[in-house]
Nanobody
Framework: QVQLEESGGGSVQVGGSLRITCATS????????VGWYRQTPGKEREGVAI?????????ADSVKGRFAISTNVASVGSKFYLHMNDLRPEDTAVYYC???????????????????WGQGTQVTVSS
């Protein structure tokens, strides 16, 4: 059973940095596409950063050069991360980790973008 659990969200000031983590279980993470999406009230979930099963990365234009996705593959307890730098108020959102044995689309919007989701973690950027 695929399980995803985010941690590390919180409040940070403009220009600050934060790392959020997705702990995985129940599937071979290195064979999946995994990534991060975010959602704000009244808007659809949107792609932020994705890493595919060949370790290629994809980023939304709004976060390129500021955010980085990375993985830590282990026999048990693989994780992946979103390193966020130079945070802006518009980065405030609930961040969800996602996993797909097929393809995740950075341009996809909505809950149907992934068959598997974590419960979400709030990131708040304040000035």
């Amino acid at each position: 059973q695929v399980q995803l659990e985010e941690s590390g969200g919180g409040s940070v000031q403009v220009g600050g940095s934060l790392r959020i983590t997705c702990a995985t279980s129940g599937f071979p993470m290195h064979r999946y596409w995994v990534g991060w999406y975010r959602q704000t009230p009244g808007k659809e979930r949107e792609g932020v950063a994705i890493i595919d099963n060949e370790r290629y990365t994809y980023y939304a234009d709004s976060v390129k050069g500021r955010f980085a996705i990375s993985t830590n593959v282990a026999s048990v307890g693989s994780k992946f991360y979103l390193h966020m730098n130079d945070l802006r108020p518009e980065d405030t959102a609930v961040y969800y980790c996602a996993a797909d044995p097929g393809v995740l689309d950075i341009g996809c919007n909505g809950d149907s973008c992934s068959p598997y989701w974590g419960q979400g973690t709030q990131v708040t950027v304040s000035s």
